[in-house]
């Protein structure tokens, strides 16, 4: 609780130099590199029962939340929202922990507050999860900028430190399906006039929805630059860019319109390529495995 002692209002900074915003549609939660904005102004409210938490309230009066919507579905990471619950429950509560000179935000249920990097929609994304790989360890590390202090500090008394509760018990339960992302003007697409910053291919990509469908297919889509000719090499290059393992690189036959696996070299490496990517839990990931695909 050090870096909130006595904060009444603070400005989280990830890893990626960006803050934590509450976009003005009053659900989101993201990240900009601007933290001049109202919305990036988070006010600390203290729980009375414990010494060891705190709620967040955005400049629309909503609280952080961790959800339990799915960011992708098949995926680990779960959205965080602005909500206002009829009643403040443990999905708006988070227990700072210190890190060195940074904080992690925990959940009462053992998941942190993540600032996602690499490639659209996953950039500027934010979710609560444990991290597992090595490379997207420090997107849970947040700088507290606290830029208004209580003049007398709340009393935190003798109060306990709040108890993990059961991964089992529900938060804040939705009960409709997960949707899929959205794209926000954070997650804005790349620029077709952009020049390479390196040598090799353009790929164009779009993700599929659960049933192998791809909306907007035939809008350009979102890039990224490789070199190289392996689909094993271009597989690792969407993994270490996302931070998702598993995923299936697929494109789409010109014959019947059905998505297939890449599994020959792939052209030669001025070519550009257009692809599908499939999360390995979704429906149509199932069906290539059923078929023999995989």
Not at 57 to 70: D, E
Not at 127 to 134: A, F, G, L, N, S
């Amino acid at each position: 609780m050090d870096f909130f002692h006595r904060a009444k209002a603070v400005r989280l900074r990830s890893h990626h130099d960006k803050y934590l915003l509450a976009e003005d549609d009053e659900e989101s939660v993201t990240q900009d590199r601007s933290g001049s904005s109202k919305s990036a102004r988070w006010l600390v409210e203290y729980v009375p029962e414990y010494e060891n938490i705190i709620r967040l309230k955005s400049c629309y009066g909503k609280y952080l939340t961790a959800s339990n919507q799915l960011f992708l579905l098949g995926m680990t990471g779960h959205k965080v929202l602005q909500t206002l619950p009829p009643r403040l429950d443990s999905s708006v509560e988070w227990e700072p922990v210190k890190d060195g000179g940074r904080v992690k935000l925990k959940t009462r249920y053992g998941n942190f507050l993540r600032a996602n990097g690499g490639l659209p929609p996953w950039r500027n994304s934010v979710t609560h999860d444990i991290p597992h790989r090595t490379v997207t360890q420090d997107w849970i590390l947040w700088d507290v900028d606290v830029v208004e202090i209580y003049v007398d500090s709340p009393a935190h008394g003798n109060r306990p430190s709040a108890p993990p509760l059961p991964v089992t018990d529900s938060v804040h339960t939705l009960t409709t399906a997960p949707s899929p992302p959205t794209v926000s003007a954070s997650f804005s697409r790349q620029q077709t006039n952009e020049s390479p910053k390196a040598e090799g291919r353009t790929i164009y990509y779009h993700i599929a929805e659960d049933n192998g469908e791809v909306l907007d297919e035939d809008v350009q889509g979102y890039s990224l630059i490789f070199k190289g000719n392996g689909v094993e090499d271009l597989t690792r290059k969407f993994e270490e860019e996302t931070g998702l393992e598993g995923i299936i690189v697929c494109n789409r036959s010109p014959l019947n319109r059905k998505l297939y696996p890449l599994r020959l070299q792939l052209p030669p490496n001025t070519v550009t390529m257009r692809v599908v990517l499939v999360l390995p839990m979704s429906k149509v990931a199932r069906d290539f495995e059923a078929q023999g695909l995989l």
